[in-house]
T-cell receptor, first 112, second 113 residues
Framework: GDSVTQMEGPVTLSEEAFLTINCTYTATGYPSLFWYVQYPGEGLQLLLKATKADDKGSNKGFEATYRKETTSFHLEKGSVQVSDSAVYFC???????????FGKGTRLSVIA | ETGVTQSPTHLIKTRGQQVTLRCSSQSGHNTVSWYQQALGQGPQFIFQ???????GRGNFPPRFSGLQFPNYSSELNVNALELDDSALYLC????????????FGQGTRLTVV
């Protein structure tokens, strides 16, 4: 079945550092890809998405490019802030937006 | 603001009991999905409801059941609770058609003792 593998955390960075969180996927079809963020004590919020190969999703300085040839959707941000501290989930869906298959999440801590 | 609300926010139950969790979907959304998120793990798909019928199910036993009402709100019922059912239960609402975003509620934290 479909699956998502993302890099293990936790990741600890200093403010203004460059962030990369790796995500690769396995899917039988041509899935849509997502990054969700979960702040402490909250539910999931969609950060960005891409629906076809070479699409770049972006939001709040975060970017990820849908790479079909490498089945990857790595999350990047050029300069992280303390407020970016959260758990980040890579996800896919074969049916537009649901149901979603999630990775295990990567906890990011940004220190001032 | 997502508009998806879940109740209760926290719940403690004893092994063997039954529990009902509730979700009010975002206005205009006709599809509700439920997910179980164990501590330190990603959410796992339980099932999805569309127009009051189950429309997809993940790898969960039949003691996990649900309902969707005409106003598209939904319930998740779990019978014969086990310790491993302790988790954050997330509800997401979306539109069945089109490539629209799924909006998540803040979840219900269930603890089984």
């Amino acid at each position: 079945g479909d699956s998502v593998t993302q890099m293990e955390g936790p990741v600890t960075l200093s403010e203004e550092a460059f962030l990369t969180i790796n995500c690769t996927y396995t899917a039988t079809g041509y899935p849509s890809l997502f990054w969700y963020v979960q702040y402490p004590g909250e539910g999931l919020q969609l950060l960005l998405k891409a629906t076809k190969a070479d699409d770049k999703g972006s939001n709040k300085g975060f970017e990820a490019t849908y790479r079909k040839e490498t089945t990857s959707f790595h999350l990047e941000k050029g300069s992280v802030q303390v407020s970016d501290s959260a758990v980040y989930f890579c996800a896919l869906s074969d049916q537009g937006n649901t149901p979603l298959v999630f990775g295990k999440g990567t906890r990011l801590s940004v220190i001032a | 603001e997502t508009g998806v609300t879940q109740s209760p926010t926290h719940l403690i139950k004893t092994r063997g009991q039954q529990v009902t969790l509730r979700c009010s979907s975002q206005s205009g959304h006709n599809t509700v999905s439920w997910y179980q998120q164990a501590l330190g793990q990603g959410p796992q798909f339980i099932f999805q409801y569309y127009r009051e019928e189950e429309n997809g199910r993940g790898n969960f036993p039949p003691r996990f059941s649900g309902l969707q009402f005409p106003n598209y709100s939904s319930e998740l019922n779990v019978n014969a609770l086990e310790l491993d059912d302790s988790a954050l239960y997330l509800c997401a609402s979306s539109l069945r058609t089109g490539n629209t975003e799924a909006f998540f509620g803040q979840g219900t934290r269930l603890t089984v003792v």
